[in-house]
């Protein structure tokens, strides 16, 4: 449908080259901006949209309306304007309400963003009642200019004034406003701009995204307590932010627009439980069809106006402090919770992609549920990946052991390449640990007199060769990581080693088929070993070999293997 609108406005605009406009009515940006959406069935026409008098409206007059627009005049001298936040002049990005003017900013990352020219401006941000509430769980937001964080704020007023930039030239930023903290919370309202520009239009939206991806999760999607410095400290809004979130670095990858729909405790089948209990009061699938669940903002969603290309469901934590107590019972009851939120999603979302995953906090004893309810859909267009359990110990902890800023920046990488491959695009690598899925093992030669047996630890994937005799050369005794297929690019490899304090050995990163065809090479003489090389060339079937025949009887183990690839 895209594909076939754009074809036919760009045969109408090359009609339009030769005709001049009947009237010569003044036009604004917000009267190009409604006949571009009616065009393409987005909005209702109106005869004002037919700008050339032919009575008759169609690209042509889309056409005739943008360039009288850019041919209006400056209003010569500076002036100072102040420009409702309505979406006329701001792009929004995710579940969002207006009322009376304001643009009340409600889920998680929710956010407007615009281009703004002139030499001094200002944003006028609105709290509601949630501001007078405990400092901990008042609603937080960022303003960015050009990309930068120029504030940052846990709103406790009913209006702020935040200056963007000043000075005695013109010129034109990027200006967003997001909600950092999440639904649960409370709601960000943005009021105005004010400018002092020449500009009759020195406020308008920047433009949209190719791909829009939604995200549906809870206090790992909101980012809860990711600013926080230790797993001691409890929940407030003050380290909760969305910008740190998977879910958001996930869509910049991507250069994707996103939205969320994500609150803390919330499961599929049950909400956080603490007693044992059914949670029922903190489920998705309820309110999923909402703008959100709290605080007037329960307005119905307008999904066929805000499509995704995408949706991306993480939720199973919460349901899992319930389901662990009688898996045998209660994972059956989730599954089949799962399957009917995945009906609805699909309901909602019917040309959309949908990938589900679980894990990154644990609870993995849940995830052949999520696997069962893609399979029994049985819809094409639904996947799903298992995340990996977040490593406290190399990767830092948030409040109340939830992910470290780092896990999250690593999850980005899972949840892109994931999402590339259900919509069958081929992503970069960058990011991700091309040794995660490789088979882990060693290989001792008898005949040379080798002896000793290994040990693979699947929980944190570590690799323990005991020798008792190394045999006659370096590969009589080899750990290795196989099976791993790379892309051209930087990488970096990298791995710990205990019981090999005395102990110099070789490592190489070669092929499989000619070991004769090394990539990366080098000699262990540290605990700790990090090495970049740069790949010239895919190479499939690659390996990572530990040479240790000639190291004598030793106990050596492998922990932490990576091998990221970084550009």
């Not at 000043?166 to 105005?192: D, P």
């Not at 929940?235 to 609150?263: I, P, R």
Request: aromatic content about 10%; some cysteine; hydrophobic content about 40%.
């Amino acid at each position: 449908m895209k594909l076939r609108t754009i074809a036919v406005l760009c045969t109408a605009l090359l009609a339009a080259e030769a005709i001049l406009p009947v009237t010569a009515a003044a036009v604004s940006g917000t009267d190009v901006r409604h006949l571009a959406k009616s065009l393409t069935g987005a909005g209702e026409l109106t005869a004002a949209d037919d700008f050339d008098g032919s009575k008759s409206v169609n690209a042509i007059d889309l056409t005739l309306m943008k360039r009288s627009l850019l041919e209006a005049p400056d209003l010569g001298d500076l002036t100072e304007q102040t420009i409702t936040a309505i979406t006329d002049v701001t792009k929004v990005i995710g579940r969002t309400v207006t009322k009376d003017g304001v643009t009340w900013l409600v889920q998680s990352g929710a956010a407007v963003e615009c281009t703004v020219t002139g030499t001094e401006a200002s944003v006028t941000i609105a709290g509601d009642g949630n501001t007078a509430g405990d400092e901990k769980y008042r609603p937080r937001y960022g303003v960015y200019v050009d990309g930068e964080l120029i504030k940052d704020v846990v709103m406790g007023e009913t209006e702020q004034t935040v200056p963007l930039f000043s000075g005695n030239t013109e010129r034109t930023a990027t200006v967003k406003v997001m909600h950092l903290s999440e639904a649960n919370n409370g709601a960000i309202g943005v009021k105005s701009f004010k400018v002092t520009s020449k500009r009759s239009e020195p406020v308008k939206p920047t433009a949209k995204k190719e791909l829009t991806i939604e995200f549906v999760g809870d206090s790992i999607t909101c980012a809860y307590g990711v600013g926080a410095d230790s797993q001691y400290v409890s929940f407030e809004t003050a380290t909760e932010d969305f910008s740190k979130s998977y879910a958001y670095l996930a869509a910049q990858l991507l250069d994707a627009d996103y939205s969320a729909v994500s609150y803390s405790g919330y499961g599929i089948y049950s909400g956080y439980s603490g007693d044992g209990k059914r949670n029922t009061d903190s489920l998705v699938p309820p309110v999923y069809e909402q703008v959100a669940k709290f605080g007037g903002y329960d307005a119905k969603w307008d999904f066929a106006a805000n499509p995704n290309d995408v949706v991306f469901i993480n939720l199973g934590t919460n349901d899992d402090s319930y389901a662990k107590d009688d898996l045998e019972t209660r994972a059956p009851l989730y599954q089949a919770a799962y399957v009917d939120f995945l009906k609805e999603v699909r309901k909602c979302n019917p040309d959309a992609a949908i990938v589900c995953t679980l894990g990154i906090m644990g609870c993995t004893e849940l995830y052949p549920s999520i696997e069962a309810a893609v399979k029994e859909v049985g819809d094409p267009k639904i996947f799903c990946y298992e995340s990996p359990t977040h490593n406290i110990q190399r990767d830092g902890i948030g409040a109340d052991w939830h992910p470290s800023p780092v896990t999250h920046e690593l999850n980005s990488y899972l949840a892109a390449s994931n999402i590339c491959k259900a919509l069958g695009i081929e992503y970069s690598g960058i990011g991700l640990d091309f040794a995660a899925d490789g088979e882990y093992g060693a290989a001792l030669n008898a005949d040379s007199g080798a002896a000793g047996w290994p040990y693979y630890a699947e929980w944190n994937k570590s690799l323990n060769i005991n020798i008792t005799s190394g045999g006659k050369t370096a590969e009589d005794v080899i750990g290795y990581v196989r099976g791993l297929d790379l892309k051209s690019g930087t990488y970096e490899l990298s791995f710990t080693v205990k019981g090999a304090d005395k102990i110099e050995f070789p490592y190489v990163l070669r092929s499989m088929a000619d070991p004769e065809t090394v990539y990366c090479s080098g000699t262990v003489t540290a605990a700790e070993i990090t090495k970049t090389f740069e790949m010239k060339a895919p190479a499939q079937d690659c390996e990572i070999v530990f040479l240790l025949g000639k190291a004598g009887a030793a106990n050596v183990t492998f922990e932490n293997i990576f091998l990221y690839k970084r550009a």
